[in-house]
């Protein structure tokens, strides 16, 4: 058992968990929470695939580590993004729920947007 | 089995309970600072994984923004929790648990089973390394070898704050996100938020320049820089500005403006879309990347505000 | 000299791995919010500190020891202020009980 194999052991079971979070959960927070949780685990194997191709001279393989950055920064916009959702979601019913049949409560947005 | 390997395996134990206890615990908010960790830990995983460059975007932009996005979401959402009726039933458990596993257990057969000798792009990357003089091969492949995927990262960032921006509601249109921010101004975060900001520019503006042969880069310090402008914002010392503002919209579309326009002028004046003419490869890198930084720390810091909430006036 | 050097890094990281144990098992055991911003500020402080004295000689230059006292120093200004914005809001939900 070497290192990067107990990451990439880690990075599996972190993606596995990820999917039962985001299957599971009903508060859309937490089902976020979770999908970060599936990226940054899939976001490891890249690492453990890289750290296994270090070669001349550099100690990880440069290619995955771009695409990882690029992954990183993309997952923070998409997240942002569901939060924005999710935010407004909650300003027009008063609820998180993602289900048809809740009501919308008296809180709800009056500004006509 | 020498000390790093221990220190590794402890390591990965411990994110994994970290990842597990994220999913599991009862309130929203609870996951959400385990969340925080998980990621503060998962960078030391790749400083482990001798991925420096990732282990600061990471630290960065999934830690420390991502962190502050989902603690300003818990804390607004505290009095929403889902009632009990909307939890799933044990037949859909059972089965995303099964799922789940094996989803990881096929992972983890891929990983154990990975080919030897290892398949690698580095000796490539670092042998081509002279058609741009920059050391970092990260940033080679960011800027160089892999350019068009980066600008269109930067087309995708752009997306995400018209996506965000879309959502404000009818009287909101054109005007300031977030609310408006007050703090004691004799307090402590209005304390922090004058001290810090000038460190935090010039150590976001030495990670940006030195990411050409360190590790670093435009996106670490990008977001460095959007982090001391969000804190500039919740102590109240700076209202976000109204999305209408034009100095905004040019700051947002500058990044993949520039990255198009020299991209272009490959095609136009040289081989092919993204071409560099060799002598002139640094000096375009660093201007592609300066534009770079300003459209992310722009970006990123809009991102956190969040929708327009309140009107122009 | 190397040798000085080591037993230098070696007690002062250990004598900081311990107050960050220490501050751990503050964090863990001590029964309210205030208690427990008092523990952690000893990890903190010389816990991160005797660790950054104890690298200070195997850095390879001024400048790269400077860079880890800078680290030290940022972090002491974060753990300052967050510890009393965070015990400013403890006290406040007290005393609004």
């Known amino acids: 058992m070497s290192g990067p194999t107990a990451f990439g052991l880690c990075a599996a079971v972190a993606v596995g968990l990820g999917l039962y979070g985001l299957i599971t959960n009903p508060h859309p927070l937490r089902k976020l929470i979770a999908f970060n949780l599936l990226g940054s685990g899939v976001f490891l194997l890249f690492g453990v695939v890289g750290r296994r191709g270090a070669a001349a001279g550099v100690g990880n393989d440069p290619v995955p580590q771009a695409l990882v950055i690029t992954g990183i920064v993309v997952a923070f916009s998409a997240t942002a993004l569901a939060i924005s959702l999710l935010l407004r979601l909650f300003q027009k019913t008063g609820s998180t729920t993602l289900s048809n049949v809740a009501p919308p409560n008296a809180s709800s947005d009056p500004s006509g947007g | 089995m020498n000390i790093a390997t221990i220190f590794e395996v402890v390591l990965a134990a411990v994110v994994l309970g970290l990842g597990i206890w994220t999913i599991a615990v009862r309130e929203t908010y609870s996951a959400t600072v385990g969340f925080v960790a998980y990621g503060l830990l998962v960078a030391l995983i790749w ?14 932009i999934g830690g420390g923004l991502g962190g502050v996005l989902l603690l300003g979401a818990a804390a607004r959402l505290r009095d929403a929790e889902p009632t009990v009726a909307e939890a799933p039933g044990m037949v859909t458990r059972v089965s995303a648990a099964a799922l789940s596993a094996l989803t990881a257990a096929a992972l983890a057969g891929a990983i154990v089973f990975l080919p030897d000798p290892a398949p690698t792009l580095a000796p490539t990357v670092v042998a081509h390394a002279s058609a741009t003089s920059l050391a970092n091969p990260v940033t080679n492949v960011l800027m160089a070898f892999r350019a068009m995927d980066t600008m269109l990262e930067k087309v995708v960032l752009l997306l995400a704050i018209i996506g965000v921006w879309s959502l404000a509601p009818d009287n909101a249109w054109g005007g300031h996100p977030g609310p408006r921010h007050q703090a004691d101004p004799d307090g402590i975060l209005v304390f922090l938020a004058r001290l810090l900001p000038p460190v935090g520019i010039v150590v976001a503006i030495y990670i940006f320049w030195t990411g050409a042969n360190h590790p670093g880069g435009a996106f670490q310090g990008g977001a460095i820089l959007a982090s001391m402008w969000v804190l500039a914002i919740m102590a109240g010392l700076t209202d976000t500005p109204s999305i209408g503002r034009r100095w905004l919209r040019f700051v947002l579309v500058a990044g993949p403006g520039l990255f198009l326009l020299v991209g272009l002028g490959g095609l ?17 890198i660093l201007g592609i990347e300066v ?13 956190l505000a969040g929708a327009p909430e309140r009107s122009v006036k | 000299m190397s040798l000085a050097r080591d037993i230098m890094t070696i007690s002062a990281v250990s004598a900081g791995v311990f107050f960050f144990l220490a501050g ?8 309210d919010t205030l208690t427990r911003l008092h523990a952690l500020t000893k990890a903190d402080n010389l816990g991160l500190g005797l660790v950054v004295l104890g690298l200070l000689p195997q850095a390879g230059s001024l400048r790269e020891g400077l860079k880890l006292v800078s680290i030290w120093l940022l972090v002491l200004l974060a753990g300052a202020t967050v510890s009393q914005l965070i015990a400013r809001t403890a006290r406040q939900g007290e005393t609004a009980k």
Request: net charge neutral; no cysteine; proline share 8%.
């Open chain 2, 291 to 303: 534009a770079m930084i300003l459209t992310i720390a722009a970006t990123l810091g809009l991102l």
């Open chain 3, 24 to 31: 751990t098992a503050g964090l863990l055991r001590f029964p």
């Open chain 2, 47 to 60: 400083v482990r994984l001798d991925a420096v460059d990732v282990a600061l975007t990471e630290a960065a």
């Open chain 2, 268 to 284: 136009w004046f040289g081989t092919a879309f993204l071409a560099y003419p060799p002598a002139l490869a640094k000096p375009l």
